[in-house]
């Protein structure tokens, strides 16, 4: 089993900057793909960025790509999400999940998530 707790949101003004993190209790943390997701309200909830275990590789979503950046520290066993220049339309609650994969992948599918944090809120204020 594997718990994932999510901080950093809050309420900023466009053109700001964030940086979410995701604290995981796994023992074998580098053993898994993690993902950050996100769900406006009203709206499915959508893939947003993932890396592998090893962090060698990075994925994104179109409408993130290159305001976004995920990392993570399989010391601290933290997944990171650096949002900058933050739209209004990245307003939602953002989740991170994670995936049992130490394959070199990573993943944008939701289903193939097993676990799930609680989210963290996200305003942007215009």
């Known amino acids: 089993q594997v718990q994932l707790v999510e901080s950093g949101g809050g309420l900023v003004q466009a053109g700001d900057s964030l940086r979410l993190s995701c604290a995981a209790s796994?023992?074998?943390?580098?053993?898994?793909?993690m993902g950050w997701f996100r769900q406006a309200p009203g709206k499915e909830r959508e893939f947003v960025a993932t890396?592998?275990?090893?962090?060698?590789?990075?994925y994104y979503a179109d409408s993130v790509k290159g305001r976004f950046t995920i990392s993570r520290d399989n010391v601290k066993n933290t997944v990171y999400l650096q949002m900058n220049s933050l739209k209004p339309e990245d307003m939602a609650v953002y989740y991170c999940?994670?995936?049992?994969?130490?394959?070199?992948?990573?993943?944008?599918?939701?289903?193939?998530?097993?676990?799930w944090g609680q989210g963290t809120q996200v305003t942007v204020s215009s």
């Open positions: 999940a994670a995936r049992f994969d130490y394959s070199g992948s990573y993943s944008y599918i939701e289903n193939e998530y097993r676990y």
């Open positions: 796994a023992r074998t943390f580098s053993s898994y793909v």
């Open positions: 890396i592998n275990w090893s962090g060698s590789r990075t």
